[in-house]
């Protein structure tokens, strides 16, 4: 009898905590220079750390193997998604992070910088830096391609995108975007056959054939598009726009905006996605909050907000396909679960305890 209520705690905390064992999303504040990491897809913040002056969270990358998340700034960080420790620092000097980006492989990272026009190279494995090449007036955001030869970087001012050269660390393609001002984000679609790099200043999303390195499409999405994600099957792009308030839904098979979906927020700038492809979580700057949409009927299903979130810019990607860190101790709700199952077990002790007194010989 005590192996059974013994069990049913134990049923009790597993409960509890395999709630857990889900992705988590890093959403960076820029204000406080805080990462709460939010369980998904409960939607609830579970973890929060600071990182060391210098760094900062505007701009971020995970590897492919989710073991890390890279954050940009004077001092660009290592943290590990186990323990959300830091495992390793460099700092690249005054210039700041536009864009990071981690290559498909994880010994390497790229990181732009529009202050000084370069792109810094860093070794991951011992974190020192170990070139650094000149850009065009402006880099911003960029991403690997999937195979991890090139790199595609946004560049704001010559309203382009040069493609890196990753064995030789050189620029080798400088792509013009047509009818494009202020592009500033990039990223590669998960085949690898094509680029979109969105348009804040003209409201476009360029898509760039990566074979060719030309431009094959133009698309018309909302006012200032920013961030870009496709879903893992590389079926959609979902491109928040932050002047209107609201996000693009681009399905890639013909390149056409198919839905746009409001998110009540001011001005949305950041996305990604689960890796199940069933959530989009988008933040906003002004609004500092995230909303999370439901990709099988694009709504907005919750938002979450308060806390530490405060000045949300998240360049790049920022879920992790991991559980968030352990806690030591659950929340008012969770403590409240393991009461009632442990209030059950009892009272199932108790009738079976009866159950036995009147089956006893003599009764």
């Given at each position: 009898?005590?192996?059974?209520?013994?069990?049913?705690?134990?049923?009790?905390?597993?409960?509890?905590?395999?709630?857990?064992?889900?992705?988590?999303?890093?959403?960076?504040?820029?204000?406080?220079?805080?990462?709460?990491?939010?369980?998904?897809?409960?939607?609830?913040?579970?973890?929060?750390?600071?990182?060391?002056?210098?760094?900062?969270?505007?701009?971020?990358?995970?590897?492919?193997?989710?073991?890390?998340?890279?954050?940009?700034?004077?001092?660009?960080?290592?943290?590990?998604?186990?323990?959300?420790?830091?495992?390793?620092?460099?700092?690249?000097?005054?210039?700041?992070?536009?864009?990071?980006?981690?290559?498909?492989?994880?010994?390497?990272?790229?990181?732009?910088?529009?202050?000084?026009?370069?792109?810094?190279?860093?070794?991951?494995?011992?974190?020192?830096?170990?070139?650094?090449?000149?850009?065009?007036?402006?880099?911003?955001?960029?991403?690997?391609?999937?195979?991890?030869?090139?790199?595609?970087?946004?560049?704001?001012?010559?309203?382009?995108?040069?493609?890196?050269?990753?064995?030789?660390?050189?620029?080798?393609?400088?792509?013009?975007?047509?009818?494009?001002?202020?592009?500033?984000?990039?990223?590669?679609?998960?085949?690898?056959?094509?680029?979109y790099a969105s348009s804040t200043g003209s409201n476009i999303v360029t898509v760039i054939d990566t074979q060719t390195d030309t431009v094959i499409d133009t698309i018309t999405v909302g006012d200032s598009p920013r961030n870009i994600s496709f879903t893992p099957d590389g079926a959609f792009a979902y491109v928040p726009n932050g002047t209107s308030n609201d996000v693009s839904v681009i399905m890639t098979s013909d390149h056409t905006v198919v839905d746009t979906i409001p998110t009540g927020q001011d001005n949305p700038n950041g996305v990604d996605i689960t890796p199940d492809g069933r959530f989009v979580y988008v933040t906003a700057i002004f609004s500092d909050d995230v909303a999370v949409i439901r990709t099988s009927d694009n709504l907005v299903i919750d938002t979450i907000s308060g806390g530490k979130l405060d000045g949300l810019v998240d360049n790049g990607r920022f879920i992790v396909n991991a559980p968030a860190p352990a806690r030591d101790i659950p929340t008012l709700g969770e403590w409240g679960m393991v009461g009632m199952i442990a209030v059950m077990g009892i009272a199932a002790l108790l009738v079976l305890r009866k159950r036995l007194a009147s089956a006893a010989p003599g009764r």
């Open positions: 009898m005590p192996r059974l209520f013994a069990a049913t705690l134990i049923l009790s905390v597993l409960a509890v905590y395999s709630a857990h064992a889900q992705p988590a999303a890093y959403i960076g504040s820029n204000n406080n220079n805080t990462v709460s990491i939010v369980d998904v897809p409960t939607n609830r913040v579970v973890y929060i750390f600071n990182l060391n002056n210098g760094a900062s969270v505007d701009t971020s990358d995970v590897s492919s193997d989710s073991r890390f998340i890279y954050y940009g700034g004077n001092v660009v960080t290592a943290v590990d998604t186990s323990n959300a420790g830091i495992a390793g620092e460099v700092e690249i000097g005054n210039a700041g992070s536009n864009g990071i980006a981690v290559s498909p492989d994880g010994t390497t990272l790229y990181v732009t910088s529009s202050v000084t026009d370069t792109l810094t190279v860093i070794r991951t494995s011992d974190f020192t830096v170990t070139d650094t090449i000149p850009m065009g007036p402006g880099p911003d955001n960029l991403a690997f391609t999937p195979d991890g030869t090139k790199a595609y970087v946004a560049d704001q001012v010559d309203n382009a995108v040069y493609v890196i050269d990753t064995a030789s660390v050189a620029v080798s393609v400088v792509i013009p975007v047509p009818g494009g001002s202020l592009v500033r984000n990039v990223r590669v679609a998960p085949n690898g056959q094509f680029a």
